[in-house]
């Protein structure tokens, strides 16, 4: 069910979320109503990229959505809530700190901010740069999320980065290298980089947002 989380601008937006550092780009076009949680949108770059989820995770918005040093020293941080309350255990930046959970993106990705960043796997830092493409007003809130476009097949879980990624691709493509065998075994002997199945990442959307059904209401007894 759509959490209701005070007041916002119902809005459908077309996101473009692409994967910092990397060349070729690797990016998703999605459309999602901004009446969407944080955490929501987390699942929907998780589906997109076929990422694990399983790493911790947080959203960085800056002043304007800039990415200078100053922006990034003043960002506010949206992060998990854990169980009993949001607890700022990585006292990130000199911003504010609040959870996923408690805010939309209706209140982030304002007329005033097009942009934020979502970094997953902070050992690995695959940084996410999100940007809104395109705003339409009104949809609802309960849209199912929809994956437009893509470029390019996204890297696996534990990769080490942006960086290890290209180094396991290398070594997948020389049989020579040391680290082949354990390339191919780890993406596959006839993983193609430039691959991305647009079906299967609605798929993958489909199931994490299904809808669950209402229960048609039962006709009240007539008094006597």
Not at 45 to 53: H, L, R, T
Not at 162 to 170: A, E, S
Not at 187 to 198: E, H, K, N, V
């Amino acid at each position: 069910m759509a959490k209701q989380i005070g007041w916002y601008l119902p809005e459908q937006l077309i996101l473009k979320i692409t994967l910092a550092g990397s060349e070729p780009k690797i990016w998703r076009r999605v459309e999602v109503h901004s009446g969407m949680t944080l955490e929501a949108l987390h699942d929907v770059i998780q589906c997109v990229f076929e990422w694990d989820d399983s790493h911790m995770h947080h959203f960085i918005v800056t002043p304007g959505g800039k990415t200078t040093r100053m922006a990034l020293r003043e960002a506010t941080y949206f992060q998990p809530s854990p169980p009993g309350g949001f607890v700022d255990v990585f006292n990130l930046g000199e911003g504010r700190s609040k959870g996923t959970d408690e805010v939309i993106i209706g209140q982030v990705l304002t007329g005033d901010c097009n942009q934020i960043i979502y970094e997953y796997d902070f050992g690995d830092s695959w940084n996410h740069i999100v940007k809104v493409e395109k705003r339409t007003p009104g949809g609802e809130q309960n849209f199912v999320p929809m994956c437009l476009a893509g470029l390019n097949a996204a890297p696996r879980d534990d990769m080490g980065g942006i960086y290890g990624y290209y180094q396991w691709l290398k070594s997948l493509r020389d049989e020579t290298n040391e680290m082949h065998v354990g390339a191919a075994r780890w993406l596959g002997i006839d993983f193609d980089p430039a691959r991305f199945d647009l079906d299967l990442a609605n798929d993958r959307l489909k199931a994490a947002f299904k809808q669950v059904p209402k229960r048609p209401r039962k006709p009240r007894k007539k008094q006597a």
